[in-house]
């Protein structure tokens, strides 16, 4: 999935659940997407981090969390 996909995603995910936090967004699209998209977003995250072990769930959700403050920070 490209970043700009991965936004996309998390828009539509936000607008289902308005009252969510950004990392519970994060964390509800990461469930939904499932476990192959799991994997691939950790795999991400831990390359970027430069990191070779990390819990899977957390790992995904903080990629998907990097890409979306990026797209936001890049906004300002």
Same mark, same amino acid.
């Given at each position: 999935?490209?970043?700009?996909?991965?936004?996309?995603?998390?828009?539509?995910? $936000?607008? +289902?659940?308005? #009252? &969510? +936090?950004? /990392?519970e967004?994060?964390?509800?699209?990461?469930? $939904?997407? #499932?476990?192959?998209?799991?994997?691939?977003? @950790?795999?991400?995250? &831990?390359?970027? $981090? #430069?990191?070779?072990? #990390?819990?899977?769930? /957390?790992?995904?959700?903080?990629?998907?969390?990097?890409?979306? &403050?990026?797209?936001? +920070? @890049?906004? +300002?």
């Amino acid at each position: 999935m490209s970043d700009e996909e991965l936004i996309v995603a998390f828009a539509l995910t $936000r607008l +289902d659940h308005p #009252g &969510l +936090d950004l /990392d519970e967004v994060a964390a509800l699209l990461v469930r $939904r997407l #499932g476990p192959e998209s799991m994997v691939d977003f @950790a795999a991400q995250n &831990l390359a970027d $981090r #430069g990191e070779l072990r #990390g819990t899977l769930f /957390d790992t995904a959700v903080e990629r998907v969390m990097r890409v979306v &403050l990026a797209l936001r +920070d @890049a906004a +300002d």
